[in-house]
């Protein structure tokens, strides 16, 4: 091996470990933030007692899941029920290594050790796990696996509310999946890339993707929440009907994991709206964060990207408390009858203005994202007019005997 | 037979979703910041402008006379019309002839603070209490003997009166 492969080797590992170790930190604290932000709310004060804020109490409730009893249903498919909560986490956190989180750093290192030989490494590394070549794709393949831990969950485990939670959940998340994908689509059209970094670089140059792409944006927020399983989507755990689904029959560390993967996909979907329609890293109005990268830069707007991914956890939890759980069928019926269509229209339509603008000879920009904002306008004000009337409510049978009566 | 459906004419804004979803946010965002009623227990207790009931039964105490004798005279009403059976009695007699509780012992366990000791007995000796914090390490301390029942301090549940039942 050269010196150069080891030291990328090397790298690679420190950002693995301090990548997941991180978001797995990350994931602690939006459980703690998760219930204090409930408890505010509700005007109550949520968990405070463990450390400064209750800041420790994940490190309890960890230690707490770790001592508890496994339990594992008599008639259950026992090598399956084991495997569902990994194949929950998993795909979860893997869906973090290709997001980049920051400016790339300048790092250089040339040293020797005793046994493992020479180390080398002189360049830019970009701050993220893995900088894949199919960026978004593996994000969109990856997170498919994680609705067949669900589904092996509900199946393994020989019950009756976690079978239906898992068919709910199967069915939901392939509906949603159609409408995500489709929405992040229109991230493609318009960046010409599918890397991250590609996407982020992009944004820098011309504006926030929220502008012109805002109509793809609340499908990417709709669908989002549904791929997540949380409220107003959170059918497959549904714990006043379902009595939570798929994790009926799981206790102790394994319940913990479908927790743990829940919540480290909160995380990845807040930091993927961050980063695709907000800029990622980016700093508005300043220019400093792109030119000649260095350490402090690098510092400065991986906070600015913590901020923007706390903002979407702090929307998402808000959201959980404050809405409904939708009925099976509006689910579906939004699904199918409204986003996907909605979807598709709006990739033609985008489509066609793009090559609109680049026939008109309009380049990449502040202008061209702006005159995109105006086309997005109309298509807005349409959504909000279907999903405001009663069809999504009452559904369109109901609909039309409440006008002919 | 079918499921007969009565469909009700809503006017549009009540069966409106983005709207009404909005309005909901906007009032779940205040109240982040409204003041929070809860009550930080163990720091913060009744002293602090909050009180159980009068009427609250908790574990019992024994009241005492002058000279901090029990005031039982062991006439044996309490274990007898106690419908969870948990008081143990059992009559002595000295030389003047004046009964008193040899064994007095009520298992708080057992016991289902309904009260009716504190009803039946003609001395006003037995009572419930207002008192809630009861916690002990082990399952014998739960047993209250007479001593004990003696000891306690806490202020007597005044039992609902059917000639006063607003407690004034």
Same mark, same amino acid.
């Given at each position: 091996?050269?010196?150069?492969?080891?030291?990328?080797?090397?790298?690679?590992?420190?950002?693995?470990?301090?990548?997941?170790?991180?978001?797995?930190?990350?994931?602690?604290?939006?459980?703690?933030?998760?219930?204090?932000?409930?408890?505010?709310?509700?005007?109550?004060?949520?968990?405070?007692?463990?450390?400064? &804020?209750?800041?420790?109490?994940?490190?309890?409730?960890?230690?707490?899941?770790?001592?508890?009893?496994?339990?594992?249903?008599?008639?259950?498919?026992?090598?399956?029920?084991?495997?569902?909560?990994?194949?929950?986490?998993?795909?979860?956190?893997?869906? $973090?290594?290709?997001? *980049?989180?920051?400016?790339?750093?300048?790092? +250089?290192?040339? #040293?020797?050790?005793?046994?493992?030989?020479?180390?080398?490494?002189?360049?830019?590394? *970009?701050?993220?796990?893995?900088?894949?070549?199919?960026?978004?794709? #593996?994000?969109?393949?990856?997170?498919?696996? !994680?609705?067949?831990?669900?589904?092996?969950?509900?199946?393994?485990?020989?019950?009756?509310?976690?079978?239906?939670?898992?068919?709910?959940?199967?069915?939901?998340?392939?509906?949603?999946?159609?409408?995500?994908?489709?929405?992040?689509?229109?991230? &493609?059209?318009?960046?010409?890339?599918?890397?991250?970094?590609?996407?982020?670089?992009?944004? @820098? @140059? +011309?504006?926030?993707?929220?502008?012109?792409?805002?109509?793809?944006?609340?499908?990417?927020?709709?669908?989002?929440?549904?791929?997540?399983?949380?409220? *107003?989507?959170?059918?497959?755990?549904?714990?006043?009907?379902?009595? #939570?689904?798929?994790?009926?029959?799981? +206790?102790?560390?394994?319940?913990?994991?479908?927790?743990? !993967?829940?919540?480290?996909?909160?995380?990845?979907?807040?930091?993927?709206?961050?980063?695709? &329609?907000?800029?990622?890293?980016?700093?508005?109005?300043?220019?400093?964060?792109?030119?000649?990268?260095?350490?402090?830069?690098?510092?400065?707007?991986?906070?600015?990207?913590?901020?923007?991914?706390?903002?979407?956890?702090?929307?998402?939890?808000?959201?959980?408390?404050?809405?409904?759980?939708?009925?099976?069928?509006?689910?579906?019926?939004?699904?199918?009858?409204?986003?996907?269509?909605?979807?598709?229209?709006?990739?033609?339509?985008?489509? !066609?203005?793009?090559?609109?603008?680049?026939?008109?000879?309009?380049?990449?920009?502040?202008?061209?994202?702006?005159?995109?904002?105006?086309?997005?306008?109309?298509?807005?004000?349409?959504? $909000?007019?279907?999903?405001? +009337?009663?069809?999504?409510? #009452?559904?369109?049978?109901?609909?039309?005997?409440?006008?002919?009566? | 037979?079918?499921?007969?459906?009565?469909?009700?004419?809503?006017?549009?804004?009540?069966?409106?979703?983005?709207?009404?979803?909005?309005?909901?946010?906007?009032?779940?965002?205040?109240?982040?910041?409204?003041?929070?009623?809860?009550?930080?227990?163990?720091?913060?207790?009744?002293?602090?402008?909050?009180?159980?009931?009068?009427?609250?039964?908790?574990?019992?105490?024994?009241?005492?006379?002058?000279?901090?004798?029990?005031?039982?005279?062991?006439?044996?009403?309490?274990?007898?019309?106690?419908?969870?059976?948990?008081?143990?009695?059992?009559?002595?007699?000295?030389?003047?002839?004046?009964?008193?509780?040899?064994?007095?012992?009520?298992?708080?366990?057992? /016991?289902?603070? /309904?009260?009716? /000791?504190?009803?039946? /007995?003609?001395?006003?000796?037995?009572?419930?209490?207002?008192?809630?914090?009861?916690?002990?390490?082990?399952?014998?301390?739960?047993?209250?003997?007479?001593?004990?029942?003696?000891?306690?301090?806490?202020?007597?549940?005044?039992?609902?009166?059917?000639?006063?039942?607003?407690?004034?």
């Amino acid at each position: 091996m050269t010196p150069e492969l080891k030291g990328f080797l090397l790298l690679a590992a420190v950002k693995v470990v301090v990548g997941f170790g991180g978001l797995l930190l990350a994931v602690a604290f939006v459980t703690w933030l998760e219930r204090r932000q409930a408890g505010f709310h509700q005007d109550r004060l949520g968990p405070n007692r463990v450390g400064p &804020f209750g800041l420790f109490q994940p490190i309890a409730d960890g230690i707490k899941n770790f001592i508890k009893e496994e339990l594992v249903p008599a008639d259950a498919d026992k090598f399956l029920f084991l495997m569902a909560p990994a194949m929950v986490f998993i795909p979860a956190l893997l869906l $973090f290594a290709v997001i *980049p989180f920051a400016a790339p750093l300048p790092v +250089s290192f040339d #040293f020797e050790l005793p046994i493992a030989g020479r180390f080398a490494y002189d360049g830019l590394m *970009p701050v993220m796990v893995a900088d894949l070549p199919v960026g978004l794709l #593996f994000i969109l393949a990856v997170s498919s696996i !994680g609705v067949y831990g669900i589904v092996l969950a509900g199946w393994a485990s020989n019950s009756k509310y976690s079978f239906l939670g898992g068919l709910r959940s199967s069915a939901q998340m392939v509906s949603y999946e159609v409408a995500l994908g489709l929405s992040v689509i229109s991230v &493609f059209i318009i960046a010409g890339d599918v890397t991250l970094t590609g996407v982020v670089e992009n944004q @820098q @140059q +011309s504006i926030w993707y929220i502008f012109p792409l805002a109509f793809g944006f609340a499908l990417f927020v709709v669908s989002a929440l549904a791929e997540t399983n949380r409220l *107003p989507f959170d059918l497959p755990e549904a714990e006043s009907e379902l009595v #939570f689904g798929y994790h009926t029959e799981y +206790s102790a560390m394994k319940f913990a994991m479908f927790l743990l !993967g829940e919540y480290a996909a909160l995380i990845t979907m807040s930091a993927l709206m961050a980063t695709l &329609f907000f800029g990622g890293w980016d700093i508005p109005f300043t220019t400093w964060d792109e030119s000649q990268p260095s350490l402090p830069k690098t510092v400065v707007t991986f906070g600015m990207f913590a901020a923007k991914t706390f903002f979407f956890v702090f929307l998402y939890i808000w959201i959980r408390w404050s809405l409904p759980r939708f009925r099976y069928d509006q689910l579906m019926a939004l699904g199918w009858k409204v986003l996907l269509p909605a979807a598709l229209g709006y990739l033609m339509l985008l489509a !066609g203005a793009i090559w609109a603008l680049e026939r008109l000879g309009v380049q990449q920009g502040l202008l061209y994202g702006l005159i995109l904002f105006v086309i997005n306008l109309p298509a807005i004000y349409a959504l $909000f007019w279907v999903m405001d +009337s009663g069809t999504l409510v #009452f559904g369109q049978q109901l609909q039309r005997r409440m006008m002919n009566e | 037979m079918t499921i007969a459906v009565k469909v009700v004419r809503r006017p549009e804004r009540s069966v409106s979703y983005l709207r009404a979803s909005l309005k909901g946010m906007a009032l779940t965002f205040n109240h982040l910041f409204r003041k929070k009623v809860t009550m930080q227990y163990p720091e913060e207790t009744r002293e602090d402008g909050w009180s159980i009931s009068g009427r609250w039964r908790g574990t019992h105490r024994m009241l005492t006379d002058e000279q901090g004798r029990a005031k039982c005279v062991a006439c044996g009403l309490c274990p007898q019309i106690c419908p969870a059976n948990c008081i143990k009695l059992v009559p002595g007699e000295d030389e003047e002839g004046h009964r008193y509780p040899l064994i007095y012992e009520i298992d708080e366990f057992r /016991c289902v603070f /309904c009260g009716y /000791c504190q009803e039946v /007995c003609p001395e006003e000796a037995i009572h419930v209490g207002v008192h809630y914090e009861n916690a002990e390490f082990q399952r014998e301390r739960f047993v209250y003997d007479l001593e004990r029942l003696c000891a306690q301090t806490h202020p007597v549940s005044s039992l609902w009166d059917p000639a006063d039942p607003r407690g004034e």
